[in-house]
C-alpha cells in the first residue's frame, strides 16, 4: 500500500492510500462519510477486502485525518473527489467510485456533473445536507459513532456548516447512463430510508436499491456483516463488466 498526496482545484491537498496490484486496469475509489478516516479500521479492513478484487484507492475527505483544508459538509467536496478520480486515471481504464453517507452526497454530485467513472455504489446517501434529521446525538446514533469514530474525531477541522451545497436530490437523474447502486439501512438512526427511496425514484436506468433488513448507518453496514455487504457490492459490480 502507497500513502499518496495529491492537490485539489483549490491547491488543498487530499491524503491517499493506493492498494495496487500489478496487471490490474480496474479500481475502486472510496470515499468516507463524516468524521472517518482512511486510516480508520473499518476503512483499513473494507479496503483489503475489495482489494482482494480490485485495486483500492481510498481518501481523506478535507478537513479529516491526513488531508488539508476544512470540511464543508459536501460543498466543496466533489471536487476533491474529482482529483482523485483524474489522479486514477493514470494508471486505469476502470474506475468505480464508493460514498458512505455525507461521501455518497460528494459522490452523487461529482458523477451528476463530470460522468467520470463506471460505476456509482452510494451508501447511505442523502437527499440533501438540509435534509439529514441530525439525530447524531440521539442514544442510537452516538454510541456507535463514539465506538466508531475514536481517536479521527480529534483530527477534524470543521468549515461553514451553512456555505451553499448542491444538493444530491437535485442532481442523481444526471448521473445516467452510468450504473448507480443504493445501498441503505432499513434502520438507520441518521439517514432515514426515505432518504434512499426518494433518490432512487428520481434517479434514471440503469440503476438498482437494496434496503439492508435491519441495517443501520454507513459503514456499520459493513462492520455488521462485512461477507454481505462486500458480496452484494462485488456482484453488483461484475455484472458492469
Not at 479492513?45 to 485495486?55: E, G, I, R, T, V
Request: glycine content about 6%.
Amino acid at each position: 500500500m502507497e500513502i499518496k498526496t495529491i492537490e485539489s482545484f483549490d491547491k488543498t491537498k487530499i491524503a491517499l492510500n493506493h492498494f495496487k496490484k500489478d496487471g490490474r486496469d480496474t479500481v475502486l475509489i472510496i470515499c468516507h462519510g463524516f468524521a472517518m478516516s482512511k486510516d480508520s479500521k473499518p476503512f483499513i479492513d473494507l479496503s483489503n477486502d475489495f482489494f482482494k478484487s480490485y485495486d483500492i484507492i481510498v481518501m481523506d475527505q478535507r478537513g479529516h485525518g491526513d488531508s488539508e483544508g476544512v470540511f464543508t459538509f459536501s460543498a466543496k467536496e466533489h471536487e476533491d473527489i474529482k482529483a482523485v478520480v483524474e489522479y486514477a486515471k493514470e494508471n486505469y481504464t476502470c474506475i468505480y467510485l464508493m460514498g458512505f453517507s455525507l461521501g455518497a452526497a460528494s459522490c452523487i454530485i461529482e458523477v451528476a456533473i463530470n460522468k467520470n467513472v463506471n460505476g456509482l455504489i452510494v451508501i447511505s446517501a442523502p437527499i440533501s445536507f438540509e435534509k439529514i434529521e441530525n439525530r447524531f446525538l440521539y442514544k442510537d446514533a452516538l454510541i456507535p459513532g463514539i465506538q466508531k469514530f475514536g481517536e479521527h474525531t480529534l483530527k477534524m477541522r470543521l468549515g461553514n456548516i451553512f456555505e451553499k451545497k448542491e444538493k444530491p436530490i437535485d442532481l442523481i437523474d444526471k448521473i445516467s447512463p452510468i450504473p448507480t447502486l443504493l445501498i441503505q439501512g432499513e434502520n438507520d438512526p441518521i439517514i432515514f430510508k426515505h432518504h434512499a427511496e426518494e433518490l432512487y425514484e428520481k434517479a434514471k436506468d440503469p440503476k438498482k436499491l437494496i434496503m439492508i433488513d435491519k441495517g443501520l448507518h454507513a459503514e456499520d453496514l459493513y462492520i455488521n456483516n462485512p461477507k454481505e455487504f462486500v458480496s452484494l457490492c462485488s456482484s453488483w459490480l461484475s455484472g458492469l463488466l
